[in-house]
């Protein structure tokens, strides 16, 4: 029969359905063919996991409540909701809600912190152009998609109302878990590739600012620095420590700030406090120059070192006497 004058199909995407079909777009197009897609495929997938993110997000408080939905609450309108004419709350309100509200059985933080680097991203995307490796964003959207599977899973295909509705998520959600396997396969083989250059260096591996990996071996050497997994660029040892903070020692200096604190070791002005590979959880004081680590910085002298005064944890033993002398 001809298609001649044939009817287009309704379009007609639920809210639950449409945050799955981002989420099966997005890690369609982050995995690619077996962990290697396009740069093009990966700027759509991380615009389509935040699209996931905040749809998702909020088809679960509107199976609780459809008002939660709304910035202001006591604005609720249904037939302004219907119409879809109405400001959403934001992921962190949504996460807050969903806690506090619903309380859903995940527990996710309002500051998830892959969650707000994948915001940064989008919007870098969106606003400001971008550049990177296709690892390093692949990296970065692995815990959110894990997040996110994990709550579709727990707080959100329980309550379908429709059983149609539950099949047809389900049968979405084989295919962001065949797709999802790939690219975390992908990434788990590269870094199990690089166990050998790693290994010993715990202590003084820092996380990658691209990729989010402890991969950024900081060793002393020669060499500029640069991420073993993603790839990225840092060059010298100070200038990837400005930049693991977010600022530059001309930004800094300009805005009335300082330069960084001083390394007791190798004299070169690159330590900052960041968490490593040993103790990702805690922050430690490490120079960027040279790999060594320190107990804690002066405040007089603004120096990286082992000696700090038990009783006065902010000064060194060498201050501490100079002002002692004084009196």
Known sequence: MSSVGRQPKDFHFPALTNGLDFLVSAVDFLSGDNGQPEPRDVKYGVLHLQAAVETLLKARLEMHDPELVWTKIAAFDMRKHEAGDFNSCSVKVALERLRDTVQIASAIDPEEDSLTELGKLRNRIMHFGWKDTVVAVQART?????????????????????????????????????????????????????????????????????????????????????????????????????????????????????????????????????????SPEVDAWICFACGSTFEGVCTFCEQATDDIVPTYEDICGNCFQIRFDKF
């Open 142 to 278: 692995i815990p959110v998609l894990d997040l996110l599977v994990g709550f579709v899973n727990t707080d959100v295909l329980p309550h379908a109302e429709e059983a149609t509705e539950a099949v047809s998520a389900e049968r979405q959600m084989e295919q962001v878990r065949t797709s999802f396997k790939h690219l975390t396969d992908f990434i788990t083989h590269r870094m199990r590739a690089l166990r050998g250059e790693l290994a010993d260096y715990e202590h003084a591996t820092a996380a990658c600012r691209s990729c989010g990996q402890f991969t950024v071996v900081i060793d002393g050497g020669a060499h500029d620095l640069a991420c073993l997994l993603c790839g990225k660029q840092y060059g010298t040892g100070k200038d990837a420590a400005w930049e693991l903070i977010g600022s530059s020692e001309h930004v800094s200096i300009k805005d009335g700030g300082s330069a960084l604190n001083g390394c007791g070791s190798c004299g070169d002005y690159a330590v900052i406090s960041a968490p490593l590979a040993n």
